[in-house]
T-cell receptor, first 115, second 109 residues
Framework: DAGITQSPRYKITETGRQVTLMCHQT?????MFWYRQDLGHGLRLIYY???????DKGEVPDGYVVSRSKTENFPLTLESATRSQTSVYFC??????????????FGPGTRLTVL | RKEVEQDPGPFNVPEGATVAFNCTYS??????FFWYRQDCRKEPKLLMS???SGNEDGRFTAQLNRASQYISLLIRDSKLSDSATYLC??????????FGPGTSLSVIP
């Protein structure tokens, strides 16, 4: 029962580099989410996806790109990393048709440092 | 006013104590409410949903006050293993959720 996994778990990169964070879930959940968590801000939604090939912006989408060609994968790409994108990134999924009213299951997180 | 606010704490309580957290929300149209628990350097996990009539799960009781727009979490007989950050989650119409910044609890032997 792998559930939801993220890779890498830790990443250090430099300003201006492109970075891709991977998220994979084995439950066939329809909805997937990307959040970032920073001290004092809690979890903030970056992007979400209701199904394969359907994505939408969250609260803080600038500087990020997502895709969802397969239901089980939802990669997040930082096109040109900036120091302000240093954060812990969590991927989550939900099997509900109305995910705002149901449980979200989180991956273990990726700690990204941009130097 | 932020959409979801919590007292960040930390709350330091002795084992066996009762502790309560409040969370206020600004959108009166919100319909779904949750408490998540997050251990240090781990992912958030659902602790319990909050129902209009209030609900209890063992030592944990959650309540909703729509008139004053807040939800609460009460933990009785605190255990060392309850030490964590507790995140309040509120849905925002339509189909989004907002996570509060969390309240840190440390249960002391």
């Amino acid at each position: 029962d792998a559930g939801i996994t993220q890779s890498p778990r830790y990443k250090i990169t430099e300003t201006g580099r492109q970075v891709t964070l991977m998220c994979h879930q084995t439950w066939s959940h329809s909805y997937m989410f990307w959040y970032r968590q920073d001290l004092g801000h809690g979890l903030r939604l970056i992007y979400y996806s209701a199904a394969a090939d359907i994505t939408d912006k969250g609260e803080v989408p600038d500087g990020y790109v997502v895709s969802r060609s397969k239901t089980e994968n939802f990669p997040l790409t930082l096109e040109s990393a900036t120091r302000s994108q240093t954060s812990v990134y969590f991927c989550a999924s939900s099997d509900s048709l109305a995910p705002s009213t149901d449980t979200q299951y989180f991956g273990p997180g990726t700690r990204l440092t941009v130097l | 006013r932020k959409e979801v606010e919590q007292d960040p704490g930390p709350f330091n309580v002795p084992e066996g104590a009762t502790v309560a957290f409040n969370c206020t929300y600004s959108n009166s149209a919100s319909q779904s409410f949750f408490w998540y628990r997050q251990d240090c350097r781990k992912e958030p996990k659902l602790l319990m949903s909050v129902y209009s009539s209030g609900n209890e799960d063992g030592r944990f009781t959650a309540q909703l006050n729509r008139a004053s727009q807040y939800i609460s979490l009460l933990i009785r007989d605190s255990k060392l293993s309850d030490s964590a950050t507790y995140l309040c989650v509120v849905n925002i119409p339509y189909d989004k959720v907002i996570f509060g910044p969390g309240t840190s609890l440390s249960v002391i032997p």
